[in-house]
């Protein structure tokens, strides 16, 4: 059997699920460490990171500002917000990567997938031909070949005049 180390996961998958544990979004929220926690835009109604865990390079979170679960909870105006830094979004990813496609998608309760279910946020993943390489499928291994600190360096000035 072969082992991947990832020893700076341990505190999240520990406290992931501990009801004593702030929301990690209303926690960045609340942080002035934009850089350190990877945000790129904060906005009246909504507010843009980079995944800590992301599938391909330049996986991006819109995150309600709010701590809502589900699209129902939000106003039109949170609506608005999430899409308008969504395209934003996808025109940085566009300008910076130049993906073949994108994903952009909301997994609303913890059935569906979300690791964060009590939050409201959407993925927008550039995605390449052939991205989904034999690593992934046999060895439920991702490889990225960027560290954040630079993801985040070569998105951020997309996100300055950002109206959200």
């Known amino acids: 059997m072969d082992r991947l180390w990832t020893p700076w996961r341990f505190a999240y998958v520990s406290n992931a699920d ?22 790129l835009f ?3 109604n909504a507010f843009v990171i980079l995944n800590l865990y992301p599938y391909t390079s330049g996986h991006i979170l819109i995150i309600a500002r709010r701590h809502i679960p589900f699209l129902q909870d939000a106003t039109r105006a949170e609506l608005a917000a999430l899409f308008e830094l969504a395209r934003t979004a996808e025109h940085a990813l566009r300008s910076e990567y130049r993906p073949d496609g994108f994903n952009l998608g909301f997994n609303l309760g913890r059935a569906a997938g979300a690791g964060v279910d009590q939050h409201l946020h ?4 550039p995605r390449w031909v052939g991205d989904s ?6 060895s439920e291994t991702r490889v990225l070949p960027e560290e954040l600190h630079q993801t985040h360096a070569r998105l951020a000035p997309y996100f300055r005049n950002a109206a959200a």
């Open 42 to 44: 904060r906005g009246k």
């Open 133 to 138: 390489s034999f690593l992934s499928v046999v």
């Open 122 to 125: 959407m993925h927008v993943l």
């Open 18 to 39: 501990r009801p004593d544990q702030p929301c990690v979004f209303c926690r960045i929220l609340s942080e002035d460490r934009d850089d350190s926690n990877f945000v």
